[in-house]
């Protein structure tokens, strides 16, 4: 049983009948179609439990999904039958059956438990600090220890608790979600998977390529090449036809200070760094909203390096960027881009002066934000900071000058799109690709002579 007609195909036989969203009369719907276009980001693994994996931020939710997902009216099943039942202090959550991933791995009550347990190890220990260890009642019932169900809900329908197989590589990333995805040589081919627990994509492939320069999918883009051009609509001028499509934050830039800063080694002392910097400064690297300028001192420490990965781009022109504003003469701040294994390495010993990261949003909601930089900033403390998060509201920025990381900006899903192209956002953030589709073009009214 499919549940709620919301499912996008359902397979018939060696077929699909595609329920396509009500289409304008002028124009209809067609399955199938290619897409073709660039990033500045590696595309050589894609871990949905990575905090720092912006790749999977991106196309997470074409791979993966989650037991429970954002609705029109509150939270619903996704990979879950239905709502969590109580069971004394504890809720149960029951599984869809048959459910299988791209390469036909089934998924039952310990691949659910082992995604829990690993995603909350390599992140998410703070977004899960009201849930309790999974445990699998059955191969189709998992017991969680929560307060309330909403809570459990909330937290389970985040993309950085998405569900995987067993011995799951993010060099092969594995799932149930709408596209299957093969990764070879910075190229990631996304098809369409058979399998896909809410029914297969509306396209057939996507082929998705890392750029060496943030402004290679800009120029390939307006020349026409590409079908999506990431972070407007042409280099030079706007390509014809094209629409700007914006699918909101996937997390954001951190600024951090390690040992090495020493006085500087402070709560807040990288959030007040960042803060100095004005938007206009940086706008044209598209870092969401803008932000009041605070007027804090520059960098007076002494001369030092900003550390970042090599592999991305975007987030090295960000850096030098930075670097260039933040520093004051005799205090000079110089990128440096390192290796993704040394810059893991040192982020964990904090042996640096100053480093540019990067951190997934968990939620669009106060508690995603803060949850998201406790664990850049002191993963092993994440969870017990999470207990007790502050009261109110507040932006990242605010909640940045708590921790040894500021936020610089956001890291947005914001591209140009051909007019032929429907994509449209992700709730609460990211991009729908399972429901990208291509419109069939219209048809010219014949003149009788």
């Given at each position: 049983m499919f549940g709620e007609f919301d499912r996008r195909t359902l397979l018939l036989g060696g077929g699909a009948f595609f329920l396509a969203p009500v289409a304008r009369a002028a124009k209809r719907s067609v399955a199938g179609g290619r897409l073709?276009?660039?990033?500045?980001?590696?595309?050589?693994?894609?871990?949905?439990?990575?905090?720092?994996?912006?790749?999977?931020?991106?196309?997470?939710?074409?791979?993966?999904?989650?037991?429970?997902?954002?609705?029109?009216?509150?939270?619903?099943?996704?990979?879950?039958?239905?709502?969590?039942?109580?069971?004394?202090?504890?809720?149960?959550?029951?599984?869809?059956?048959?459910?299988?991933?791209?390469a036909g791995r089934p998924i039952r009550g310990r691949e659910v438990v082992s995604s829990v347990e690993r995603a909350r190890s390599k992140g998410a220990a703070g977004w899960l600090a009201s849930v309790g260890r999974a445990r699998a009642v059955s191969e189709l019932e998992v017991e969680f220890v929560a307060g309330d169900d909403q809570k459990l809900m909330a937290a389970l329908s985040s993309p950085i608790v998405a569900i995987i197989p067993g011995e799951f590589r993010p060099d092969f990333p594995d799932g149930t979600g709408p596209f299957r995805v093969s990764l070879a040589r910075e190229q990631a081919t996304f098809r369409r998977n058979p399998n896909a627990a809410m029914g297969p994509a509306f396209l057939e492939e996507m082929r998705v390529r890392g750029c060496a320069e943030v402004s290679d999918s800009l120029r390939a883009f307006e020349s026409g090449k590409d079908d999506l051009g990431w972070l407007g609509t042409g280099l030079y001028e706007s390509r014809k036809g094209a629409k700007l499509v914006d699918a909101g934050a996937l997390g954001w830039v951190l600024l951090a200070t390690g040992k090495e800063a020493g006085s500087w080694d402070t709560p807040g002392a990288a959030q007040s760094l960042a803060d100095a910097i004005s938007y206009g400064s940086m706008a044209h690297l598209k870092l969401g909203p803008a932000w009041a300028e605070s007027g804090a001192e520059r960098w007076q420490g002494p001369p030092c390096e900003l550390i970042v990965v090599d592999d991305c781009p975007w987030l090295i022109e960000t850096a030098k960027t930075l670097s260039a504003l933040v520093g004051t003469p005799g205090h000079e701040v110089t990128t440096k881009p390192v290796s993704p294994q040394e810059f893991a390495m040192r982020r964990k010993s904090r042996q640096f002066v100053l480093a540019l990261d990067v951190a997934r949003s968990f939620a669009a909601t106060s508690f995603g934000?803060?949850?998201?930089?406790?664990?850049?900033?002191?993963?092993?403390?994440?969870?017990?900071?999470?207990?007790?998060?502050?009261?109110?509201?507040?932006?990242?920025?605010?909640?940045?000058?708590?921790?040894?990381?500021?936020v610089v900006g956001e890291v947005r899903a914001e591209f140009g799109r051909t007019g032929n192209l429907r994509i449209e956002a992700e709730k609460p953030s990211g991009v729908a690709w399972g429901a990208a589709r291509i419109d069939a073009p219209r048809r010219q009214a014949q003149r009788t002579p």
């Open positions: 073709s276009f660039r990033v500045p980001w590696p595309m050589s693994h894609i871990d949905p439990h990575s905090l720092s994996d912006m790749g999977a931020a991106l196309f997470g939710p074409a791979l993966f999904d989650t037991l429970y997902r954002i609705g029109a009216s509150g939270y619903e099943p996704a990979l879950a039958e239905k709502e969590p039942t109580q069971h004394g202090n504890k809720w149960r959550v029951q599984l869809r059956e048959g459910i299988l991933t791209a934000a803060y949850a998201a930089l406790a664990a850049a900033s002191d993963p092993s403390n994440a969870a017990t900071m999470s207990k007790r998060p502050p009261l109110g509201v507040r932006d990242a920025r605010s909640h940045g000058r708590q921790f040894r990381v500021g």
